[in-house]
């Protein structure tokens, strides 16, 4: 078989001399390419060849040497296979026919149970414009969290292809994340299109299933009121370096806070990510990373009540920029997770805003410009103490700064007019305990004092199940 | 932001300007695997091994340093058999390298050359962690390291077809060393055939079954599960009855459980290195097997 294939590439390649003129690159690397499979169709058939011809050998001496202990010999023929096409990947699991090419499907379920001291409707953090309706602990009592159903796979030898939907408890669905990504450009590089978590930060792009505590840092709740997702692209490029050093650019819609769909047909802003990591020894690894994401907001609203009982709408305009520091570190003795792990992580954000601050009061706008820089931390860790079980501990801190807000300096609105935006520092300090009996349940309880509110502390006890059914997935670091 | 673009932008040139490696840049996910790949490919490959033999390849992070060196890699020398499942498929889809996505020459699993034992007709996760493809850890019966060696040799010819006779040598080399060494295991192994043995989990299966030693109980009750103390009461039980010769113990195991057992039913522990780098003395691959064997025989006497 192998005489005719090569016979048949002759022939081609004579064919292809031939034809000298237009003979193109594409017949070229064809050309290129089968010689290449010829070749190591060959040269595998070759190795199976020479292991035979080594057991033989070893056979022959054993025999020769030792007539009578023949029985250890033999058992090496007998177990030894020629190896199979050396070139084929591995084959996949799964039925025969078009269901061999199912995607990986995997689903999360998740639920449950708090106990609030406050009422979570009046949840706020305070000097911070709201991010969303998704703030706060969620309701009270037992709810039926976010059930998650991954579909992935490899769509052709270029493209990637994930959808993560969530159904949420109150039957709706929502699409987490819908995705191509490529794997076939050259140079480190890969693009990313659709809908997708920003790599910004290093919590961003981690699914809810997999975060460490119930709920995320308060930072990332009020600057991206979760988390903060790009329908758009996203290009990065790994360095050809020992040392991790991954850059990154992103653009999209602006579809979220605190970015603002446009009127026109272009994109809103984007975000520019680099990180870096390594290994120190082998029981430690680290990542650390800058991120900056800048977008315009037009119109961006929420509503207020003044001091005076007075309901107010307010919307901001103007460019919105953020800073993400993010850092974190992993240890095991040896890199060996079994037993003994730990986890510290940490991240920065500030956000700067300059624009303009309209507000409507009784059917009456007035606007004037508006500046704020805001930040925000938190700082958690991890620590597995038994195969099954680990202990976390997170605190959370806030500074809203002390925004500049034209229509109260100018005297056209009276003090008091937008309590929402009152200087505060909101905190959260939050304790966590979870029993993980496999790699695929996780049971959690957790307990914070929450005081973002900036009166009232609330009391919040969660307790939370997480089970994964289906494809074996696989976590970032 | 202008300067943070040309930055990256300059650093993009650079890189693409890099002048190709000599060697082929090889990212082995096990260290015996990595270790085959050196004796195989020589002074032409550059080997890095993405774990120890202290590590547990079921569990490792994707992390940002193996990520580069996907990064980086020509050629991917995996377990296979869905044992690093959960990670390699992020380290490749993060790797941004198309060489070594499955599919291409860049990428070979071991155990896709091999027939594997345990191979479930049905897979449920009540059964713990099974392997749907079969049991992965299939290097310690040295017979598959042969047919392993072969199919690699082939790879690295076909990857690096300018030094194919290179590889072809090295491979005829090894493989006579190899067979020779097969059948002095198995002669100075021959009085461990049959003899009773506990393992913790079900990666010495090929190792069993290779020098027929006979695995009467394993500490996991399913793969991956850890013993709960009424299984421990029953095997401590059904073990004091029928006592085994030795308990099996890999480097990575966590030695709780074996040493527990050990104290109730009075037998040995014997600390197995599993995988190169195991124990001081398994510093290659033959060494592997002859202090695997030394060791297995010192606990028979």
């Given at each position: 078989m192998i005489r005719y294939k090569a016979i048949g590439v002759l022939r081609l390649l004579a064919l292809s001399v031939l034809a000298v003129a237009p003979a193109r690159a594409s017949e070229l690397s064809e050309l290129r390419a089968e010689l290449d499979a010829v070749k190591s169709a060959y040269q595998a058939q070759l190795g199976a060849l020479e292991v035979r011809v080594a057991q033989l050998e070893v056979q022959l001496a054993a025999a020769k040497s030792a007539p009578a202990s023949s029985a250890p010999a033999s058992s090496v023929a007998a177990e030894v296979q020629a190896p199979a096409a050396a070139m084929a990947p591995s084959p996949s699991g799964g039925g025969g026919?078009?269901?061999?090419?199912?995607p990986a499907v995997s689903v999360i379920l998740g639920g449950r149970y708090a106990q609030l001291s406050e009422d979570p409707a009046d949840y706020r953090i305070g000097g911070f414009m709201p991010a969303g309706d998704e703030l706060g602990p969620g309701p009270r009592g037992f709810t039926l969290g976010e059930s998650e159903l991954t579909l992935a796979a490899n769509v052709d030898p270029y493209f990637f292809a994930n959808l993560t939907t969530a159904i949420t408890g109150d039957n709706s669905i929502s699409v987490e994340e819908a995705y191509v990504k490529t794997i076939a450009l050259p140079s480190g590089l890969s693009l990313k299109a659709g809908r997708f978590f920003s790599g910004?930060?290093?919590?961003?792009?981690?699914h809810s299933h997999a975060w460490d505590f119930v709920d995320q840092p308060l930072v990332y709740q009020a600057m991206f009121g979760g988390q903060l997702a790009q329908d758009g692209a996203q290009l990065k490029w790994v360095a050809p370096t020992d040392l991790f050093v991954e850059l990154g650019a992103e653009t999209g819609n602006g579809k979220q806070f605190p970015r603002t769909r446009l009127a026109g047909n272009g994109l809103n802003g984007g975000a520019l990510l680099a990180h870096v990591g390594n290994d120190i020894g082998d029981s430690t690894s680290w990542r650390a990373g800058v991120s900056w994401l800048s977008a315009r907001a037009e119109g961006r609203s929420f509503s207020d009540v003044t001091a005076g009982g007075a309901p107010i709408e307010d919307g901001f305009s103007g460019d919105s920029r953020t800073w993400v520091l993010d850092g974190i570190l992993k240890w095991s003795p040896h890199g060996n997770a079994t037993v003994h792990s730990l986890k510290l992580q940490a991240e920065y954000l500030q956000r700067s805003e300059d624009g303009q601050l309209a507000a409507t009061i009784s059917q009456l706008t007035l606007a004037a410009p508006f500046r704020s820089r805001q930040s925000g931390w938190y700082l958690q860790g991890v620590y597995q103490f038994l195969p099954r079980w680990r202990v976390g501990a997170r605190y959370d801190a806030l500074d809203s700064g002390t925004p500049y807000i034209g229509l109260l300096h100018s005297g056209a609105l009276p003090a008091g007019s937008f309590p929402g935006l009152a200087p505060a520092t909101p905190s959260r300090v939050s304790l966590m305990f979870d029993w993980n009996p496999s790699e695929f349940t996780r049971l959690r309880a957790q307990y914070a004092w929450d005081d973002a509110r900036p009166d009232n502390r609330d009391r919040q006890l969660l307790l939370q199940y997480l089970y994964s059914i289906g494809a074996h997935g696989a976590h970032k670091f | 932001m202008n300067s943070l673009l040309k930055l990256s932008a300059a650093l993009l040139l650079a890189a693409l300007a890099l002048p190709a490696q000599a060697t082929i840049r090889v990212l082995a996910t096990t260290p015996e695997w990595a270790e085959l790949t050196r004796d195989l490919g020589g002074e032409k490959v550059d080997v890095y091994a993405a774990t120890s033999a202290f590590q547990d390849v079921h569990r490792v992070d994707a992390k940002p340093s193996l990520v580069s060196r996907a990064r980086n890699a020509d050629l991917v020398v995996a377990a296979g058999a869905e044992l690093e499942i959960g990670w390699l498929p992020v380290l490749l889809r993060e790797s941004?390298?198309?060489?070594?996505?499955?599919?291409?020459?860049?990428y070979f699993e071991a155990d896709a050359n091999l027939r594997l034992l345990e191979v479930p007709t049905a897979v449920d996760r009540s059964m713990g962690d099974v392997h749907p493809l079969g049991n992965p850890h299939a290097h310690l019966d040295p017979r598959n390291v042969a047919t392993v060696a072969a199919a690699l040799t082939a790879r690295l010819s076909a990857l690096d077809a300018a030094n194919a006779a290179y590889y072809q040598g090295r491979g005829s080399e090894f493989q006579s060393r190899w067979q020779s060494a097969i059948v002095r295991w198995e002669q100075q192994a021959a009085p461990l055939k049959g003899l009773p043995v506990v393992v913790?989990?079900?990666?010495?299966v090929y190792l069993c079954h290779w020098l027929g030693l006979q695995e009467v109980a394993a500490i996991e009750p399913k793969p991956g599960v850890p013993p709960s103390s009424s299984y421990l009461a029953e095997l401590v039980t059904r073990l004091t009855a029928a006592p085994p010769k030795m308990i099996l113990r890999n480097a990575y195991n966590d030695p709780k459980a074996a040493d527990w057992l050990s104290e109730r039913i009075h037998v040995p522990v014997v600390i197995l290195p599993y995988s190169v780098g195991g124990t001081p003395a398994a510093h290659d691959l033959f060494a592997l097997f002859d202090d695997t064997v030394a060791r297995l025989l010192g606990a028979a006497k």
């Amino acid at each position: 078989m192998i005489r005719y294939k090569a016979i048949g590439v002759l022939r081609l390649l004579a064919l292809s001399v031939l034809a000298v003129a237009p003979a193109r690159a594409s017949e070229l690397s064809e050309l290129r390419a089968e010689l290449d499979a010829v070749k190591s169709a060959y040269q595998a058939q070759l190795g199976a060849l020479e292991v035979r011809v080594a057991q033989l050998e070893v056979q022959l001496a054993a025999a020769k040497s030792a007539p009578a202990s023949s029985a250890p010999a033999s058992s090496v023929a007998a177990e030894v296979q020629a190896p199979a096409a050396a070139m084929a990947p591995s084959p996949s699991g799964g039925g025969g026919g078009q269901n061999a090419f199912n995607p990986a499907v995997s689903v999360i379920l998740g639920g449950r149970y708090a106990q609030l001291s406050e009422d979570p409707a009046d949840y706020r953090i305070g000097g911070f414009m709201p991010a969303g309706d998704e703030l706060g602990p969620g309701p009270r009592g037992f709810t039926l969290g976010e059930s998650e159903l991954t579909l992935a796979a490899n769509v052709d030898p270029y493209f990637f292809a994930n959808l993560t939907t969530a159904i949420t408890g109150d039957n709706s669905i929502s699409v987490e994340e819908a995705y191509v990504k490529t794997i076939a450009l050259p140079s480190g590089l890969s693009l990313k299109a659709g809908r997708f978590f920003s790599g910004l930060g290093y919590v961003n792009e981690i699914h809810s299933h997999a975060w460490d505590f119930v709920d995320q840092p308060l930072v990332y709740q009020a600057m991206f009121g979760g988390q903060l997702a790009q329908d758009g692209a996203q290009l990065k490029w790994v360095a050809p370096t020992d040392l991790f050093v991954e850059l990154g650019a992103e653009t999209g819609n602006g579809k979220q806070f605190p970015r603002t769909r446009l009127a026109g047909n272009g994109l809103n802003g984007g975000a520019l990510l680099a990180h870096v990591g390594n290994d120190i020894g082998d029981s430690t690894s680290w990542r650390a990373g800058v991120s900056w994401l800048s977008a315009r907001a037009e119109g961006r609203s929420f509503s207020d009540v003044t001091a005076g009982g007075a309901p107010i709408e307010d919307g901001f305009s103007g460019d919105s920029r953020t800073w993400v520091l993010d850092g974190i570190l992993k240890w095991s003795p040896h890199g060996n997770a079994t037993v003994h792990s730990l986890k510290l992580q940490a991240e920065y954000l500030q956000r700067s805003e300059d624009g303009q601050l309209a507000a409507t009061i009784s059917q009456l706008t007035l606007a004037a410009p508006f500046r704020s820089r805001q930040s925000g931390w938190y700082l958690q860790g991890v620590y597995q103490f038994l195969p099954r079980w680990r202990v976390g501990a997170r605190y959370d801190a806030l500074d809203s700064g002390t925004p500049y807000i034209g229509l109260l300096h100018s005297g056209a609105l009276p003090a008091g007019s937008f309590p929402g935006l009152a200087p505060a520092t909101p905190s959260r300090v939050s304790l966590m305990f979870d029993w993980n009996p496999s790699e695929f349940t996780r049971l959690r309880a957790q307990y914070a004092w929450d005081d973002a509110r900036p009166d009232n502390r609330d009391r919040q006890l969660l307790l939370q199940y997480l089970y994964s059914i289906g494809a074996h997935g696989a976590h970032k670091f | 932001m202008n300067s943070l673009l040309k930055l990256s932008a300059a650093l993009l040139l650079a890189a693409l300007a890099l002048p190709a490696q000599a060697t082929i840049r090889v990212l082995a996910t096990t260290p015996e695997w990595a270790e085959l790949t050196r004796d195989l490919g020589g002074e032409k490959v550059d080997v890095y091994a993405a774990t120890s033999a202290f590590q547990d390849v079921h569990r490792v992070d994707a992390k940002p340093s193996l990520v580069s060196r996907a990064r980086n890699a020509d050629l991917v020398v995996a377990a296979g058999a869905e044992l690093e499942i959960g990670w390699l498929p992020v380290l490749l889809r993060e790797s941004g390298n198309a060489r070594i996505q499955p599919g291409n020459p860049g990428y070979f699993e071991a155990d896709a050359n091999l027939r594997l034992l345990e191979v479930p007709t049905a897979v449920d996760r009540s059964m713990g962690d099974v392997h749907p493809l079969g049991n992965p850890h299939a290097h310690l019966d040295p017979r598959n390291v042969a047919t392993v060696a072969a199919a690699l040799t082939a790879r690295l010819s076909a990857l690096d077809a300018a030094n194919a006779a290179y590889y072809q040598g090295r491979g005829s080399e090894f493989q006579s060393r190899w067979q020779s060494a097969i059948v002095r295991w198995e002669q100075q192994a021959a009085p461990l055939k049959g003899l009773p043995v506990v393992v913790i989990h079900r990666d010495q299966v090929y190792l069993c079954h290779w020098l027929g030693l006979q695995e009467v109980a394993a500490i996991e009750p399913k793969p991956g599960v850890p013993p709960s103390s009424s299984y421990l009461a029953e095997l401590v039980t059904r073990l004091t009855a029928a006592p085994p010769k030795m308990i099996l113990r890999n480097a990575y195991n966590d030695p709780k459980a074996a040493d527990w057992l050990s104290e109730r039913i009075h037998v040995p522990v014997v600390i197995l290195p599993y995988s190169v780098g195991g124990t001081p003395a398994a510093h290659d691959l033959f060494a592997l097997f002859d202090d695997t064997v030394a060791r297995l025989l010192g606990a028979a006497k």
